[in-house]
């Protein structure tokens, strides 16, 4: 049976769950504060970059399945399940910013008037959900209405880039409730998915909200793994693409984030491995493979301007001064527009602090990249970023890149010096058009 659905909150997480539970039949209206992110979202124009995502945002809104609106209380009131996808940003310490999700917790306890399910699916640490109950309860109280409802926590394990396959094909649904009637409810809301035999996964808050943390933080422990090996392949004159590929064939490791590069980013790795070292520390427990993936990481980061630095200096050149750089990649990842804590932007910022000029590209992150730096020349092209450049760093894995004229990049180049931090270019098709070449962890021969 088709269920009204609210979501609140429309970026990543908040519009792929609304698009895809209104594909499912369900009745969905997003809620957001930012009326022209609503505007645009209500003529079919997505905020953000998703492959997939405008069709089916286009599809469900002509359907009448999927409206949007900026009033959460109108919302609230005619649904029956409300679903909590607003960020929630780290600050300095690595403490998680939740005031928007109590926000709507208020909000939701301010327009209660039957019994409804308020669902979180924002990552919230570890004992949230019982907070969020508490305030509820508390704001009913004062109001002196006892109206029935439960919280579920609801983590989602989307991949940006690959955001609306993992939706209608996920591995697992984790249902974080002690509540028969949620279950139920929850089930209802994502019959599609149980129908054909996808794993739920029910356990209480605490767990719920807990395996999203450890699952995202053990992908950024694998990562930060398999870049440390690379980093002594270098060394040892081994190929980290094979070793990788051996340990791959073990069906206890798999071959998945098994890929070498200059370290992870994104809004997800960075932000909940910080947190789960706080929850440690709040409960006295060391979790330091995690905090030495954390340091790890940063160093991969400053590591790759470190090769860039000792290239350069082997062409002739003393430090990054009066330099120009072409970085090909601005997002943390293909496939989005998203450079929150994209290994480019700390490779532009060291190399900008060292005097080195920039002329950047990338195929649909430069309009973000540009409310970062205002120094930094975006190009239209690949080419157009590598023109009369000193060196040229590949930081993102888009598909361009990994098949670009290298005849015709080395003519429009000063130098033919090429940082590969992602391992997109053939190694003898580099070598054979004359350029100085490193990857992470390759074998050069």
Not at 38 to 53: A, D, Q
Not at 400 to 419: F, H, P, Q, T, W
Request: hydrophobic share 40%.
């Amino acid at each position: 049976m088709a269920a009204n659905i609210t979501v609140v909150g429309t970026g990543y997480v908040g519009l792929i769950a609304a698009i895809g539970l209104a594909d499912f039949g369900n009745h969905v209206l997003g809620v957001d504060i930012d009326e022209k992110k609503i505007e645009m979202l209500k003529n079919g124009i997505s905020p953000i970059y998703e492959p997939g995502c405008a069709d089916y945002l286009e599809r469900n809104l002509k359907n009448g399945h999927l409206e949007f609106t900026s009033d959460i209380g109108i919302a609230i009131q005619n649904s029956e399940v409300i679903i909590i996808a607003v960020g929630t940003p780290p600050d300095q310490d690595g403490n998680v910013d939740l005031s928007g999700v109590f926000t709507v917790a208020e909000s939701f306890a301010q327009n209660l008037n039957v019994y409804k399910l308020l669902v979180t699916k924002s990552t919230v640490p570890v004992g949230t959900n019982k907070a969020i109950v508490s305030k509820v309860e508390n704001i009913c109280a004062e109001k002196k209405h006892g109206v029935d409802f439960d919280v579920v926590s609801n983590p989602e394990f989307l991949r940006e880039g690959r955001a609306i396959q993992d939706f209608f094909h996920p591995d697992r649904i984790v249902i974080g409730t002690e509540s028969d009637r949620a279950k139920a409810l929850m089930e209802d809301i994502y019959r599609s998915l149980y129908l054909i035999q996808t794993p739920f996964v029910y356990c209480n808050h605490e767990t719920a909200e807990l395996i999203k943390y450890a699952a995202n933080s053990f992908l950024a422990l694998k990562i930060t793994y398999i870049n440390q090996i690379a980093n002594l392949s270098e060394e040892v004159s081994a190929d980290v693409h094979q070793v990788a590929q051996a340990m791959g064939m073990d069906g206890r490791i798999s071959p998945k984030f098994l890929h070498p590069g200059p370290g992870y980013g994104g809004s997800c790795f960075p932000k909940d491995t910080e947190a789960l070292v706080v929850l440690g520390n709040e409960y006295n427990i060391d979790l330091s493979l995690i905090k030495e993936t954390i340091r790890a990481n940063k160093q991969q980061k400053k590591r790759m301007v470190d090769k860039l630095g000792t290239m350069l200096e082997k062409a002739g050149k003393q430090g990054f001064k009066d330099t120009t750089i072409g970085v090909l990649g601005l997002a943390f990842k293909s496939e989005t527009d998203d450079i929150r804590e994209s290994p480019a932007l700390s490779i532009i910022e060291s190399l900008l602090e060292n005097g080195a000029k920039i002329q950047a590209h990338d195929p649909q992150a430069m309009e973000n990249g540009s409310k970062v730096w205002e120094q930094v020349v975006y190009c239209n092209s690949e080419f157009d970023a590598a023109k009369d450049a000193d060196a040229v760093v590949i930081c993102t894995e888009w598909n361009i890149y990994r098949n670009i004229d290298l005849a015709r990049l080395g003519k429009v180049m000063k130098s033919k010096i090429i940082l590969d931090t992602r391992n997109v270019l053939d190694i003898d098709n580099v070598h054979r058009h004359g350029f100085i070449y490193q990857g992470v962890g390759r074998l050069l021969r």
